[in-house]
Nanobody, 120 residues
Framework: AVQLAESGGGSVQAGGSLKLSCVYS?????MGWFRQAPGKEREGIATTNSYGRAIYADSVKGRFSAWRDRAKKTLYLQMNSLKSEDTAMYYC?????????????????WGRGTQVTVSS
């Protein structure tokens, strides 16, 4: 299984930015970012493929950007124009069994998460 470790979370005011990082032990064809707020289902917000493409949830399109740095074995999530509703635990995940999807149920390897809190 791929080992993953997120960092970069914190507290920020609405309108601000944060950049999350996820260091991984081995690359996978598909790697993504997910989030889960208290009492809510886990949500897939961005998935990247090995060709550099990314797909995004409508809720973050135009504000968030995900990409990989292969040399550093790191997956990034740049979050701009943050809103209070972006408050959640953020996770990175790898290996969706060949599916280019944001469906969290497809992903096999997970990090422990990093908390993002946006105050209005």
């Amino acid at each position: 299984a791929v080992q993953l470790a997120e960092s970069g979370g914190g507290s920020v005011q609405a309108g601000g930015s944060l950049k999350l990082s996820c260091v991984y032990s081995a690359s996978a064809e598909h790697m993504g970012w997910f989030r889960q707020a208290p009492g809510k289902e886990r949500e897939g917000i961005a998935t990247t493929n090995s060709y550099g493409r990314a797909i995004y949830a409508d809720s973050v399109k135009g504000r968030f950007s995900a990409w990989r740095d292969r040399a550093k074995k790191t997956l990034y999530l740049q979050m701009n124009s943050l809103k209070s509703e972006d408050t959640a635990m953020y996770y990175c995940a790898a290996d969706s069994g060949g599916f280019f999807t944001r469906d969290y149920g497809r992903f096999k390897s997970w990090g422990r998460g990093t908390q993002v809190t946006v105050s209005s």
